[in-house]
C-alpha cells in the first residue's frame, strides 16, 4: 500500500496489529480524496471518478450498520463527500461522532472499501519513487512464533460459532486438517462421514503439521496463507529494504512514529482494533509439547525472519539442546 502524498509504504502483515494500521492508511487516503475533491481535481483520474456518481450512498450506509455503526436516520449523509467524512470518523474513533457507540471497524469486511479505487489518486509513474530517500518502506513485525500462535489461536481454534463474522477459508482449512488427521490414523474412507469433522478445532501440532507441508521448496511458501508466510516472502523484505520497522512488542511507541512521519496527529492511539487479550507466557505453552523435528521444520521455514528482525528463537522455546538436535535431524 503505497500513499505518494505522504511518501510512505506500508506492508501489511496480518496478525501485527493488521486493522490498526490498515485502518491509518486508509483513513489518510481517504483524507486524500476528500481534499483533492475539494481543493485539487488536476490530482483525480477524471474517467474512473465518473463511477462514483453512480454511488448508491444508502446502500453503503446499511453495511456500516450491518458491521456494527451506529447511524441514525436523522445523520445520513446525502452526498458522497459527507459519506467519507463519516467514514473518516468511524475509521479513526470506530464511531460517526461521540454520541454513538459502536464496535471496532474492520473496513476490509465491506464491499464498498473496494469501490473507492474507482475514485483514487493518481498513482507513482516510476516504481523506483519509493526507494528514493524521501521515502517511508514502512513494516511491522511480530515474533514468528508468537504470530503464528495467534493465526492458529483466532483462525483454526475459534468455531465458525464463535466469529463475529464468517470465515469459511478457514472452517476448510481445519475441516482438511482434520480429515488429513483421520486418515493418518487410517480410518477407512466409509467411516469419514460427511461431517465427522464438523466442531473438531485441531490441535497445535496437528496445525503445524498441515502448514508445514510444501515449505521445503520456495513456490511451497509463497503459496502459504498470508496468516501464517514468512514476512521475507509476504512482503519481500530483501527487495524493498525498509527504512522503518515497527514492533508490535512496541507497539505504541513505533505507531506513534510512525504518525509522526505521516504528519497525522489527529489519530485516536487509544483505538487499537483486535487485540487478543494473550500474553507471551500463553503463545508460549502453545510450543511446550511440540516436537523437536517440527520446531526445527519451523525454525527453518521463519529463518529469515529471526536474522532479519533480530527475533530469538529461545524467546519462546526453552530447550538448551535445541538447535544441536536441529543440525542433526538436517531441518536448518
Same mark, same amino acid.
Given at each position: 500500500?503505497?500513499?505518494?502524498?505522504?511518501s510512505?509504504?506500508y506492508?501489511?502483515?496480518?496478525?501485527?496489529?493488521?486493522?490498526?494500521?490498515l485502518?491509518f492508511?486508509?483513513y489518510?487516503?481517504?483524507?486524500?480524496?476528500i481534499?483533492?475533491?475539494?481543493?485539487?481535481?488536476?490530482n483525480i483520474?477524471a474517467?474512473r471518478?465518473?463511477?462514483e456518481k453512480?454511488i448508491?450512498?444508502?446502500?453503503?450506509v446499511?453495511?456500516l450498520?450491518?458491521?456494527?455503526i451506529?447511524i441514525p436516520?436523522?445523520?445520513?449523509?446525502k452526498?458522497?463527500?459527507?459519506f467519507l467524512?463519516?467514514?473518516l470518523?468511524?475509521?479513526?474513533?470506530?464511531s460517526?461522532?461521540?454520541?454513538?457507540?459502536?464496535r471496532s471497524? %474492520?473496513?476490509?469486511?465491506l464491499?464498498?472499501? +473496494?469501490a473507492?479505487?474507482?475514485l483514487r489518486? =493518481?498513482?507513482?509513474? #516510476?516504481l523506483?519513487?519509493?526507494f528514493?530517500?524521501?521515502?517511508?518502506?514502512?513494516?511491522?513485525?511480530?515474533?514468528?512464533?508468537e504470530?503464528?500462535a495467534?493465526a492458529?489461536?483466532?483462525?483454526?481454534?475459534?468455531?465458525k460459532?464463535d466469529r463475529?463474522?464468517?470465515?469459511?477459508e478457514?472452517?476448510a482449512?481445519?475441516?482438511?486438517i482434520?480429515?488429513?488427521?483421520?486418515w493418518?490414523?487410517?480410518i477407512q474412507?466409509?467411516?469419514?462421514?460427511?461431517d465427522?469433522?464438523?466442531g473438531?478445532?485441531?490441535?497445535?501440532?496437528?496445525f503445524?503439521?498441515?502448514?508445514?507441508?510444501?515449505?521445503?521448496?520456495?513456490?511451497?511458501?509463497?503459496?502459504?496463507?498470508?496468516?501464517?508466510?514468512?514476512?521475507?516472502?509476504i512482503c519481500?523484505?530483501?527487495?524493498?529494504?525498509? %527504512?522503518f520497522?515497527?514492533?508490535y512488542?512496541? +507497539?505504541?511507541?513505533?505507531?506513534?512514529?510512525l =504518525?509522526?512521519?505521516? #504528519?497525522l496527529?489527529d489519530?485516536?492511539i487509544e483505538k487499537?482494533?483486535?487485540?487478543?487479550?494473550?500474553?507471551t507466557?500463553d503463545?508460549?505453552?502453545?510450543?511446550?509439547?511440540?516436537?523437536?523435528?517440527l520446531i526445527?521444520?519451523?525454525i527453518?521455514?521463519?529463518?529469515?525472519?529471526?536474522r532479519?528482525f533480530k527475533?530469538?528463537?529461545?524467546?519462546?522455546?526453552?530447550?538448551?539442546t535445541l538447535?544441536?538436535?536441529?543440525?542433526?535431524?538436517?531441518?536448518?
Open positions: 500500500m503505497v500513499l505518494k502524498s505522504r510512505l509504504m506492508c501489511p502483515v496480518p496478525k501485527v496489529a493488521t486493522k490498526t494500521l485502518n492508511m486508509l489518510m487516503h481517504v483524507n486524500d480524496i481534499d483533492n475533491l475539494e481543493h485539487n481535481w488536476t483520474d474517467g471518478a465518473q463511477v453512480r448508491n450512498i444508502g446502500s453503503y446499511h453495511e450498520r450491518q458491521h456494527g451506529a436516520k436523522t445523520e445520513e449523509p452526498s458522497l463527500a459527507a467524512r463519516m467514514y470518523n468511524a475509521l479513526r474513533f470506530g460517526i461522532n461521540e454520541t454513538h457507540s459502536s471497524l %474492520n473496513p476490509w469486511r464491499s464498498f472499501t +473496494f473507492f479505487p474507482y489518486l =493518481r498513482g507513482l509513474h #516510476n523506483a519513487d519509493i528514493s530517500p524521501s521515502f517511508t518502506r514502512a513494516i511491522f513485525v511480530r515474533h514468528p512464533f504470530r503464528l495467534s492458529y489461536k483466532e483462525r483454526i481454534a475459534t468455531l460459532k463475529i463474522q464468517p470465515e469459511p478457514y472452517d482449512i481445519r475441516d482438511a482434520c480429515r488429513k488427521r483421520m493418518s490414523r487410517r474412507k466409509p467411516l469419514l462421514k460427511k465427522s469433522c464438523k473438531s478445532v485441531p490441535s497445535f501440532e496437528d503445524v503439521r498441515y502448514i508445514l507441508i510444501g515449505t521445503h521448496t520456495s513456490t511451497g511458501i509463497t503459496r502459504m496463507d498470508y496468516h501464517w508466510q514468512p514476512y521475507s516472502s519481500q523484505a530483501c527487495k524493498f529494504k525498509y %527504512n520497522i515497527g514492533k512488542e512496541m +507497539f505504541n511507541d513505533h505507531f506513534n512514529s =504518525r509522526e512521519i505521516a #504528519n496527529s489519530w485516536n487499537r482494533n483486535g487485540p487478543s487479550g494473550l500474553t507466557y503463545y508460549q505453552k502453545f510450543y511446550s509439547e511440540l516436537p523437536d523435528d526445527c521444520q519451523l527453518r521455514l521463519y529463518d529469515q525472519d529471526f532479519l527475533y530469538r528463537v529461545d524467546d519462546y522455546i526453552n530447550r538448551p538447535l544441536e538436535n536441529c543440525n542433526q535431524l538436517k531441518t536448518l
